[in-house]
């Protein structure tokens, strides 16, 4: 059974940093990337960072991107994001997904269907 397990969040000023990391076991299949989601009161689950398995090409939202850099480790099965200059704005439990095998997706930041399995979240607070 895969499982993802989140850790690293926690409350910081605006300004500050956060690193993310999300632990993949029970993988019996190769899958295409890992992405990182994250969710605000009231609103939808947007998609954050993706990294793609092959080649490690990384992809961003518009609204982190410069700030935020996903990274893996494929030898720890591990996925991490690194969350600078962060701002009130970036406040929200954050999600770690993997596909089921391959989603089909090469580029850019897959939609929330497209992944399958889901860490528990972890709290990112960002205080003004």
């Known amino acids: 059974q895969v499982q993802l397990v989140e850790s690293g969040g926690g409350e910081v000023q605006a300004g500050g940093s956060l690193r993310l990391s999300c632990a993949a076991s029970?993988?019996?299949?190769?899958?295409?990337?890992m992405g990182w989601f994250r969710q605000a009161p009231g609103k939808e689950r947007e998609g954050v960072a993706t990294?793609?398995?092959?080649?490690?090409?990384?992809y961003y939202a518009d609204s982190v991107k410069g700030r935020f850099t996903i990274s893996q480790d494929n030898a720890k099965n591990t996925v991490f994001l690194q969350m600078d200059d962060l701002k009130p704005e970036d406040t929200a439990m954050y999600y770690c997904?993997?596909?089921?095998?391959?989603?089909?997706?090469?580029?850019?930041?897959?939609?929330?269907?497209?992944?399958?399995?889901w860490g528990q979240g972890t709290q990112v607070t960002v205080s003004s």
């Open positions: 997904a993997a596909p089921y095998g391959d989603n089909g997706w090469r580029t850019g930041v897959p939609p929330r269907r497209a992944f399958a399995y």
């Open positions: 990294i793609y398995t092959a080649g490690g090409s990384t």
């Open positions: 029970g993988y019996t299949d190769r899958r295409n990337c």
